[in-house]
């Protein structure tokens, strides 16, 4: 029985595939460094981020240090008796303004989801999920229904017009009986295959379900999805022409997708587009139609749109 992930069917086969190709040092270094103190922020957590690839700035660092040390964090709203299936029991709402209180105590500009999700998942990874763009792109439709569905949350947030619940969209996903089946025969299709490395294998079956959703999403979209995006402040802009209008974007490559078809996202728009493999892994081109783009690449840390480019930092 396939996983679903957002409504898109994972085959256990790709789910296998995906986990035992993840990255082992980032297992080792950032899932299983160790228990992180759940009332405070340590330098440990901080490498443990770096390791993770969370592109922190030394201010940035400093930040959640001091943002974790101070007398007033809200490390009482402390999720750790609970896990995200259990997120909007109760009916009052008061575990989501409880955690949402604690996730956005450490937000500012320049800190992103992927940054803060990051940090909060070692210390209760069976609570918060890491949202990073790729995540966060896959979920977006759900989120925002999750939201719109969701007394407590349009509560907890403020009845912003935009809201999304990503929690909630993950969870949905994790509690699916079929997931839940599904999981457990990936695990198990990971003892019996025992391959490439075993002690990456072993660390992998002790990591939770929430985790392993969130590795299997990562893997399989992030290779299918090329972010263009107003989010990454630290892009450079370009202007684009479309209908005699100039809209002024972000553009970042969020990974190199294999040959074929192409998800394209500007400013949050989705695209259907092609790939051209590079040559000789210098550079390829996107299309895509729907806005008339030409969206070259160019040995991933750099991209041009319409012929104006734009250097990634």
Known sequence: MPLQIAGHPVTNAEALEALLSFEPETVRSYDLAGTSPTDTVTLEDIGRLCVMAARLEAEEAAWLLQRGRQPDAPWASNPGAHTLDSLDSGPDGSLQLHVWELYRWFCRAGISD??????????????????????????????????????????????????????????????LPSNVVGLQSVRNGMRAAGWPDPEHVARLLRLGDLRLLDIITWKLFAARTVVISPRDQRSNRVRILKSGQAAQILARVAATPCSGAVTVLINGIRLNGSYTPPARRSSGLIAAPGLGLQIQVDEVYRVSVNGCEVVLQ
Not at 128 to 151: C, G, M
Request: glycine fraction near 4%; charge should be positive.
């Open 114 to 175: 992927a940054k803060v999700s990051k940090l909060l998942h070692i210390k209760w990874p069976s609570f918060f999920p890491i949202l990073d763009e790729v995540v966060r792109d896959v979920y977006t439709a759900r989120a925002i229904a999750a939201y719109k569905a969701s007394p407590q949350w349009q509560m907890a947030l403020g009845n912003v017009p935009d809201g999304r619940c990503y929690w909630s969209a993950i969870r949905d996903d994790l509690v």
